[in-house]
């Protein structure tokens, strides 16, 4: 069996010490033949960071229901809802949820359609997920209703008692 390795260690005599008195841009030889060269890096200054303000928590978050196309494609869905054309309306509404992601208003939209095409459970997801951006109560009471209405054809009592008692605390 051989051994590979490192065969030999140094000796505390063979240990050189650098002295931090050199130069600093002067090499430095070791005894054992390693040239060190320092370079000159300035001292690291702390400098404090400044944070800008957050917003307050109590502030409202904006969800860009107020760009022109937004308010243009939700016009639209109420129109082609109304008519009954819901493949159109399942369509503009998710064109306008796509440019404003957290408007609660294209959650409702899309809930009512799927409840209309007979998927509740997909109507009360949609709803639950308007109801994480509902800032208003009658948003919140809309949704709620949604999910109500789901939850009826869905025979899910659960769901019924949970948005019956969120419908009396608005």
Request: hydrophobic share 40%.
């Amino acid at each position: 069996m051989a051994l590979v390795g490192c065969q030999s260690v140094p000796t505390p005599e063979q240990k050189t010490e650098v002295s931090n008195k050199a130069p600093i841009n002067k090499p430095i030889q070791a005894a054992d033949g390693v040239v060190i060269h320092p370079y000159d890096v300035p001292e690291i200054k702390r400098k404090q960071i400044i944070i800008p303000e957050q917003k307050a928590p109590s502030q409202k978050f904006d969800d860009d229901r107020n760009l022109p196309a937004f308010q243009k494609l939700m016009q639209q869905t109420q129109t082609a809802y109304a008519k009954g054309e819901l493949n159109q309306a399942e369509n503009l509404a998710n064109q306008a949820q796509r440019l404003a992601p957290q408007s609660a208003e294209s959650f409702l939209y899309l809930a009512l359609i799927a409840n209309r095409k007979n998927q509740a459970v997909n109507a009360q997801a949609l709803a639950q997920r308007g109801l994480s951006y509902a800032q208003t109560d009658a948003m919140k009471k809309q949704l709620w209703q949604v999910i109500l209405k789901s939850g009826q054809k869905q025979n899910n009592t659960a769901t019924v008692n949970k948005a019956l008692n969120a419908l009396k605390g608005l």
